[in-house]
């Protein structure tokens, strides 16, 4: 969204924390998977950032099926401003909300959808209800001309909040509740969700996306819409889906996560800078306390960067582009600890904030794989590498022991758990080699590294193999900035 990351950005203070309680530990209740296919649970969906429509139903056939991936949720679909230099932006300025975008038409659309449903992928459409575009006047991409509060056939100036502050109407008090959910982000044209008439609306371009067989929605800047109006558009949906809305929000702020829990999940906002602060301080004993806060795991949709915050001039955060090592680590954690829904990201290189997706002479976004279904170097790619490709499987196949055993840490740099008897990790952030003996609770045997470059997930090989011995405990050696995750292979 664009302004998110010019909001206050919530941070959770990492603390100096002993050897985590056996109360902590047992907050880690069980929680259900989202979905179960024949082949066992899906518990891990990515984002695509702007990739165009025809590159996401190939990466469900080739990479996201077999892999496990439960969802891809996908860049705003809906006409979105035109404007010289494609702005990464202008996808969550909507102009109409027909599937024309520089990710392609209606009909390649739905063509995704469905060839990713086809291998048990489901499609989350990033929908932006909260506000129309930002500027006096314009053509969308689809040539729809419009001014800051007319947009033809569609809304007019009384659909529309003018919350009469700040001389502009755009918010100004982050703390005022009031101008938080009336007023205007960043001149955005704020729609007036309590109105039937703009409801109706936004619900027949939710239906229009379930009948092409879209399964969810995140819903962009949930916290500028009252709860209750996302509500009483939700609750009309005319077929099941997957909601989860964006709330940029602290523990403790004005607005409530659990104000909108009763509308589908919510991103906890708070995980990114716990987890990135743990790292970057060297104070892993505390990444136990992750789970401690106002939101169930159930709830939870956890991430350690998005498109909003890889482009953030916060220090407290980590990224593909910010400290790749770390980050790595930071993301081996967020798959394997028992928490929340977890979004992987997966975006573009870029050197300045405002900078778009590679786009052709039309403007539409040129492909991201070449025909050996390769990555173009404009692109990170980055669910595809072994900390989260592999450890999708480990997720999965863990779900059924959603909790923590053989909890270890030596309350610094190095942090160790099980799960269940199926799986276990041990994360090393410190400059050096850690030789460590350990209980883990695995059965005797011989286990791959998840993270060995060798691994061949499917023939279960590795270069490498760590064995395994009798009495539940073993001494692991672990490089410096490297983790080892190990599972229980059926």
């Not at 985590?20 to 899906?42: D, K, M, N, Y």
């Not at 891990?44 to 990739?51: A, D, H, P, S, Y």
């Not at 989260?388 to 480990?394: A, C, H, K, S």
């Not at 309350?411 to 003996?437: H, L, P, Q």
Request: glycine share 8%.
């Amino acid at each position: 969204m664009l302004g998110s990351v010019l909001e206050t950005n919530p941070k959770l203070r990492v603390e100096n924390v002993s050897r985590v309680s056996a109360v902590v530990i047992c907050l880690l209740i069980l929680a259900s998977s989202w979905r179960t296919e024949a082949g066992g649970p899906r518990t891990v969906f990515v984002q695509l950032f702007e990739w165009p429509w025809a590159d996401v139903a190939k990466e469900c056939e080739a990479v996201l099926g077999p892999a496990g991936f439960s969802a891809a949720q996908v860049s705003p679909p809906q006409e979105h401003l035109n404007l010289p230099g494609s702005p990464w932006w202008t996808r969550y300025q909507p102009i109409s909300y027909q599937l024309i975008s520089r990710a392609g038409n209606e009909a390649q659309f739905k063509n995704m959808v469905s060839r990713c449903k086809a291998v048990g992928v489901d499609i989350y459409a990033d929908t932006v209800i909260n506000h129309m575009a930002g500027v006096a006047r314009g053509v969308g991409f689809s040539g729809t001309a419009f001014s800051h509060y007319q947009y033809p056939s569609l809304y007019s100036d009384w659909d529309f909040h003018h919350c009469g502050r700040n001389g502009n109407d755009d918010i100004a008090n982050y703390g005022d509740l009031y101008e938080v959910q009336n007023c205007e982000l960043v001149n955005l044209a704020d729609l007036k969700t309590e109105s039937t008439y703009v409801q109706q609306k936004i619900l027949d371009y939710m239906t229009s996306l379930l009948k092409m067989g879209v399964s969810g929605f995140r819903i962009d800047a949930a916290k500028h819409i009252r709860a209750r109006d996302i509500a009483a558009i939700v609750s009309r949906l005319p077929a099941p889906a997957y909601v989860y809305q964006e709330l940029i929000l602290g523990y403790n702020d004005i607005i409530r996560y659990s104000d909108y829990v009763g509308s589908g999940d919510v991103t906890d906002y708070v995980y990114p800078f716990f987890v990135a602060q743990a790292f970057l301080n060297q104070k892993l004993g505390a990444l136990a306390r992750v789970s401690v806060g106002p939101i169930a795991s159930s709830d939870a949709i956890v991430f350690v960067t998005n498109h909003d915050l890889e482009r953030s001039t916060e220090t407290g955060i980590l990224s593909f582009h910010s400290n790749k090592a770390l980050y790595r680590l930071a993301q081996v954690f967020m798959l394997t600890w028992p928490y929340g829904n977890p979004q992987v990201y997966s975006g573009y290189n870029f050197k300045d904030f405002d900078q778009g997706p590679p786009v052709d002479n039309n403007k539409f976004t040129v492909p991201i794989l070449d025909s050996s279904g390769k990555c173009n170097k404009a692109w990170t790619c980055e669910h595809r590498r072994p900390e989260v490709l592999n450890l999708v499987r480990f997720r999965n196949r863990t779900d059924s022991h959603f909790r923590v055993n053989h909890y270890w840490t030596n309350d610094t740099d190095r942090i160790a758990f099980g799960r269940g008897d199926t799986g276990f990790v041990i994360i090393n952030s410190s400059s050096t080699k850690m030789t460590e003996t350990l209980e883990h609770g695995l059965a005797p045997g011989s286990y791959c590294n998840l993270l060995d470059p060798s691994y061949e997930p499917e023939a279960k090989h590795c270069a490498n193999p760590i064995q395994i011995g009798q009495g539940g405990r073993s001494t692991f050696i672990v490089p410096a900035l490297s983790a080892m995750v190990l599972l229980s292979e059926p």
